[in-house]
């Protein structure tokens, strides 16, 4: 199987997570129907929270999420995969995961992610974000090798760092993925090339999606969930910050075709780098 039809699901999440289970559930049938057998959900899809303290008394293990437990039952009774791009999950010790999870047509997951780069940041408006200390960083990153080619996890923030998708595409990965809930500010910015670029680079197909509008706790999320081919060409795009769906065909081929056209991974070389001191003429 080379050709498949892969979905971004947008969401505008808020504190509920019953009932962000419930409006995703729509949308996740709304792209099976559409004849999709990959679908994906955005970053923090069960909830999206600020306080600190209110996340961690709202969200429970992973076993227990009731998002995920939805996630599970859709996917065994559609027959499909659905990526679920992050739940906020419980740890001990008061902290959280931002974890993504993949589940199988059977209903079983078959893999987790827990991301690894933390969004601690002071944007030029005065947002400011701290990640790490609500949730512990993951420590390694996978591939997944599905039946219709190998899978690549990421979330968001790491979208910003190129080593984690190479390492990744250096394993086979063919898809690549950053389900996101990016400022509006940084996606404005930033979000369109970033995604190109990480498919560029490898040769692969990305696939997004993304959380978008203003959400209940405040923030203001970009939306524009993506699906960018190997030559860095956008297959798919929900264009704007509304809840909604996109399914596009996905053909696999394409990414050992880009990959022979540009060999970057094959021609890439270890190097080691040094700062030099540049000359300075001594004063008179």
Known sequence: MTVIAAACIQLRSGKDISENSARAEDLIRAAAGDGATYIQTPEMSNVLVRSREELIARIDVLDRDIFVSMARRVAAELRLFLHVGSVAVLLDGGRAANRAVLIAPNGEIVETYDK???????????????????????AQVPVIDLPFGKLGMA?????????????????????????AAFTRQTGQAHWHVLQRARAIENGAYVISAAQGGLHEDGRETFGHSLIVDP??????????????????EID?????RARARIPAIVNERNFDCRMSQAFREEPA
């Open 155 to 179: 979330i968001c923030y790491d979208i910003r760092f190129p080593a984690l998708f190479r390492a990744q595409s250096r394993l086979g990965a063919e898809i690549l993925s950053a389900p």
């Open 252 to 256: 696999l081929t394409k990414v050992a």
């Open 231 to 248: 030559w860095g060409g956008v297959v798919a795009e929900l264009d704007n910050d509304s809840p909604g769906h996109l399914v596009a």
């Open 116 to 138: 690894i780069h933390m969004f601690d940041v002071d944007l030029p408006d005065g947002e400011s974000w701290r990640e790490s200390s609500t949730y512990r960083p993951g």
